[in-house]
């Protein structure tokens, strides 16, 4: 059964940067296709960027394009979230999630995530 455990989450200034891990265990994570997403205080979860299980191809919400990416390690069976240019409106729990995928380059759905993390906590102060 997989798991995932993010990690990296800490308070951070507005305009400074901050990477989030996504560690997995129990599977190989090759096999799946990974997904990032988000819950601010009083708002709804947001998917935010996603990346297929061979690294190959990915999708970003507009809310985030050029400033965050998305990429991964197979061999650490980690994906990770660079997160640039943080605004306050960034402040969230953040949660990475995945769903098995047979094509390397197919990116699926933010509804598809079968396998949910915890989430990790980042604060963007102004």
């Known amino acids: 059964q997989l798991q995932l455990v993010e990690s990296g989450g800490t308070l951070v200034q507005s305009g400074g940067s901050l990477r989030l891990s996504c560690a997995a265990s129990?599977?190989?994570?090759?096999?799946?296709?990974v997904g990032w997403f988000r819950q601010a205080p009083g708002k709804e979860r947001e998917g935010i960027s996603c990346?297929?299980?061979?690294?190959?191809?990915?999708n970003d919400a507009d809310s985030v394009k050029g400033r965050f990416t998305v990429s991964r390690d197979n061999a650490k069976n980690t994906v990770y979230l660079q997160m640039n240019s943080l605004k306050p409106e960034d402040t969230a729990i953040y949660y990475c999630?995945?769903?098995?995928?047979?094509?390397?380059?197919?990116?699926?759905?933010?509804?598809?995530?079968?396998?949910w993390g915890k989430g990790t906590l980042v604060t963007v102060s102004s």
């Open positions: 129990g599977d190989t994570l090759d096999d799946y296709a």
């Open positions: 990346i297929s299980s061979s690294g190959s191809s990915t």
């Open positions: 999630a995945a769903v098995a995928t047979a094509v390397g380059d197919y990116v699926p759905s933010f509804e598809a995530m079968d396998w």
